[in-house]
Each structure stands twice: as structure tokens, then as C-alpha cells.
């Protein structure tokens, strides 16, 4: 069974940068996304990566600033966000999909069945 445990999380000034880890074990995923979740806001796509092929899909709030990138000798997912604002506080999740896709992978939250516990993410202004 596939099993996601994020890292990297912090608390960063507006400006700034930080990389997230997803540390992937148990097994391989062709679809694998970013999600973010900020109170009291529901959870949304960031960005998403079919492994195989290297096709991504960045949210449009996140291009420019976000990559998702992975190491596979390392089976660990990456996500280096730059430029940070405020308003990328949230709660952010790796997730799983079981689903193939021989394009970009799909965003909807249902289409993942497996999700990380989660890495806070604070930005101040």
C-alpha cells in the first residue's frame, strides 16, 4: 500500500521560498499532485505530475513560482515554491492517484485515493 509523508513546511516572509518533500513508499503512482488546503477554504489542486511521462499542471495562482519535480532514485516528490505571498497559507498535501492518464493527470480531488498527513505552510506579509 502506498504511503506519503510530507515534509518541509514552515513559516517564511512574504518573498520568500521553501521546498516541500513528499517521501513516497510502498509502492509507485503514475498520477501524484500537490494539494493545499487554507482555513476555512476548501482543498484545491496545485500542481500535478504524471510521473512517467513528466507532463504537469500548475494551478494558474502558483505558475511562474511553484515546480514539481521528482527524484526517482529517491522515490521523493518535490515541490519548490518561490515567491511566496501571503496568500499560500494553507495546509498543504501530497497526494496519489490510482488512475492512468497519458497526459497531464487529472486535479479532482476524488481522483486521488491516497493523501499524505499534511505540511503547514505560513506566510506573512
Known amino acids: 500500500q502506498v504511503r506519503l509523508v510530507e515534509s518541509g513546511g514552515g513559516s517564511v516572509q512574504a518573498g520568500g521560498s521553501l521546498r516541500l518533500s513528499c517521501a513516497v513508499s510502498?509502492?509507485?503512482?503514475?498520477?501524484m499532485g500537490w494539494f493545499r488546503q487554507a482555513p476555512g477554504k476548501e482543498r484545491e489542486a496545485v500542481t500535478t505530475?504524471?510521473?512517467?511521462?513528466?507532463?504537469?499542471y500548475y494551478a494558474d495562482s502558483v505558475k511562474g513560482r511553484f515546480t514539481f519535480s521528482q527524484d526517482n532514485a529517491k522515490s521523493t516528490l518535490y515541490l519548490q515554491m518561490n515567491s511566496l505571498k501571503p496568500e499560500d497559507t494553507a495546509m498543504y498535501y501530497c497526494?496519489?492517484?490510482?488512475?492512468?492518464?497519458?497526459?497531464?493527470?487529472?486535479?479532482?480531488?476524488?481522483?486521488?485515493?491516497?493523501w499524505g498527513q499534511g505540511t503547514q505552510v505560513t506566510v506573512s506579509s
Open positions: 497526494a496519489a492517484s490510482p488512475y492512468f492518464s497519458l497526459n497531464t493527470c487529472d486535479v479532482a480531488l476524488d481522483k486521488y485515493n491516497t
Open positions: 505530475i504524471n510521473t512517467r511521462r513528466g507532463y504537469t
Open positions: 510502498g509502492g509507485t503512482r503514475l498520477c
